[in-house]
């Protein structure tokens, strides 16, 4: 099949987008200047990350489908979070012309998956050649009639839930780190999140005040909570879900790990807990977070540590 460079732009990107089936909120997808996406109620929830390799991945840890479920992944995760349902990718692939054509094709049929299995679309982006494969990927989606779920409506007397894995990509990470490859429920986890998508039904069903998606750290996701709602958020070590696999370090893993995609949120008082979702604090006055009522642990993500 030959490298990148040997297909030359055009045919590389033809090549690719025949791999991405297009949904219903797609009016126009790859092909054009731009795609054309629906948006009923005349919003759009839009986000954007950039993964590099070496950064966010790496080649000889990750094969190509599993870079394009998570890159997908992530974004997709990012507008569930703000209570909007996905419609669609926009993607920028960089790589080295010697990139073979069929890991290109691989990491867009990673990309074609998650989107799928959100209800999404890949409906464009661009292409060009860089000394390092870097991946600039923007997420779309849509409201409805609803509000947006945003970090700031969070009061005293609300519960903290949360769904979805926490600690796992971490400790995936570190044991690929030290050249180990398991328990694979681990190292899986760094290599393709799975972002529970249905948590955005269930948190508007159970009238959520705020919501995020937990990518830096729980402590830290959560201080993003306390900071923008003007609240404390008290969290109960005992209530943090830790399954065994994470092993002694677990419970500094759930509550400092990032890159699960889990989701956090806050609740009225009294509102029962939705289906799935794990009660594990309240909101208080005050200001950031405390672990069972003491400063948490150290070690949250940052992508330029002092």
């Known amino acids: 099949m030959g490298t990148i460079g040997d297909l030359g732009e055009f045919a590389l990107i033809a090549r690719l987008t025949r791999r991405l089936p297009q949904g219903p909120a797609v009016r126009l997808g790859p092909g054009d200047d731009a795609a054309v996406i629906s948006a009923p109620d005349g919003r759009v929830v839009a986000t954007t990350d950039v993964l590099v390799e070496g950064r966010h991945f790496r080649r000889d840890w990750s094969g190509p489908y599993d870079i394009g479920r998570k890159a997908a992944a992530q974004n997709l995760a990012d507008v569930v979070a703000m209570g909007a349902r996905p419609t669609a990718l926009l993607v920028g692939f960089a790589a080295p012309s010697a990139t073979d054509a069929e890991w290109a094709e691989r990491l867009y049929d990673g990309l074609a998956h998650e989107c799928r299995a959100a209800g999404a679309s890949v409906a464009g982006g661009d292409v060009v050649a860089a000394p390092e494969v870097t991946l600039a990927v923007t997420g779309l989606g849509v409201l409805g009639?609803?509000?947006?779920?945003?970090?700031?409506?969070?009061?005293?007397?609300?519960?903290?839930?949360?769904?979805?894995r926490l600690g796992f990509a971490a400790a995936g990470l570190a044991l690929l780190a030290a050249g180990r490859d398991g328990p694979a429920e681990l190292t899986e986890a760094h290599r393709r999140p799975r972002p529970p998508a249905a948590a955005r039904a269930a948190a508007r069903a159970a009238g959520a005040t705020a919501l995020l998606d937990v990518s830096d750290g729980l402590v830290q996701d959560l201080g993003h909570i306390a900071a923008a709602s003007g609240v404390r958020v008290d969290l109960d070590s005992a209530a943090v879900p830790v399954p065994a696999v994470l092993g002694p370090d677990g419970l500094r893993l759930a509550l400092t790990g990032g890159e699960d995609h889990a989701f956090a949120g806050t609740f009225p008082a009294g509102a029962a807990?939705?289906?799935?979702?794990?009660?594990i604090g309240t909101v208080t006055e005050g200001t950031g977070v405390r672990v069972d009522g003491r400063e948490p642990p150290p070690g949250a993500w940052d992508h330029f540590p002092t």
Do not use: I
């Open 273 to 279: 807990l939705p289906p799935s979702w794990t009660r």
């Open 145 to 164: 009639a609803a509000p947006p779920l945003t970090r700031a409506g969070a009061r005293p007397g609300d519960a903290v839930d949360v769904r979805g």
